[in-house]
């Protein structure tokens, strides 16, 4: 079976693809002509993540960007996608220790954007909220091991889940969310061998980052694998272009054009 035969990615197919040995592939996006570009590329799922607070915000940390700005921006991404799942993040402070407002913003999301999923980071601290969510009819992804969301908590990037403890908790927790009905969990820079057990012990696929190659799926950040943004090179990401510098030299060269009077020529105008 290869996805590219489907006119239309669901959470079935996800399942489909977890029990045929196909990997999923999945990037994210946050307007529409990205998004345009990579589902025409044929991305299997596109995540609007919080990462947006990040990369197009310019936050240090996921934790400033709101329901209304996730919704700006997964809306964007919907109008442009024909074949993707859509899985859109829910941002901090929108869903932990209230299950309703869990659910309410779970459901703006959905009225509002038209996305087809939602992600929620955390276990059984959050449960609650899974459940409640999954009871409207809204499929629910997962997110262990590094969750940005509770940085000041860890107060730092590393590698999480190297001790027993905390393993044997996402090991867990990772069957909790199986047990709970979510259709996949994303399992953020644990140890590869961890990644690999987990996969193995839960039916419902896995998408890793910085979590090994025996995950069910990969997902990276758009403007890290193409060299967009610069500052953040952790091991596990692979660059796939230097856009930076190509963009950075096309703007050099009309800044150039324009003060030299090259452009526009006699051809470019009216
Ligand atoms: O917000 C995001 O981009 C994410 C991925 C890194 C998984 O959650």
């Not at 703006?108 to 276990?123: H, P, Q, T």
């Not at 459940?131 to 509770?150: C, E, F, N, W, Y």
């Amino acid at each position: 079976m290869k996805t590219l035969n489907f006119p239309r990615i669901t959470t079935h197919v996800l399942q489909e693809m977890k029990l045929k040995g196909e990997k999923i592939s999945m990037l994210t996006a946050y307007d529409y002509s990205m998004a345009r570009i990579i589902d025409h590329a044929g991305i299997d799922v596109i995540l609007v993540g919080d990462s947006a607070s990040n990369v197009m915000a310019g936050h240090k940390t996921t934790l400033p960007i709101t329901l209304n700005e996730m919704i700006y921006h997964a809306s964007s991404v919907m109008r442009a996608v024909e074949r993707a799942l859509v899985v859109v993040d829910l941002p901090f402070g929108t869903y932990q220790g209230n299950s309703r407002e869990a659910l309410n913003s779970a459901i703006r999301i959905m009225k509002e954007s038209n996305a087809n999923a939602v992600k929620l980071e955390g276990g059984r601290e959050i449960k609650e909220s899974i459940d409640r969510i999954l009871s409207a009819g809204i499929p629910v992804m997962g997110h262990l091991g590094l969750t940005p969301q509770s940085i000041n908590k860890f107060g730092t990037y590393v590698v999480r889940a190297k001790e027993e403890e905390e393993a044997q908790r996402l090991k867990e927790d990772a069957k909790l969310l199986e047990e709970v009905g979510c259709f996949a969990i994303v399992l953020e820079k644990i140890p590869a061998s961890l990644a690999k057990e987990v996969t193995g012990n839960i039916k419902i696929p896995t998408i890793g980052i910085g979590a090994g190659s025996k995950v069910d799926g990969q997902v990276l950040v758009i403007h890290d694998m193409l060299g967009i943004n610069q500052d953040f090179s952790p091991r596990f990401l692979r660059r796939y272009h230097n856009l930076y510098e190509e963009m950075k030299g096309a703007v050099e060269m009309y800044i150039k054009d324009v003060k030299s009077l090259d452009f526009p020529n006699e051809r470019e105008q009216y």
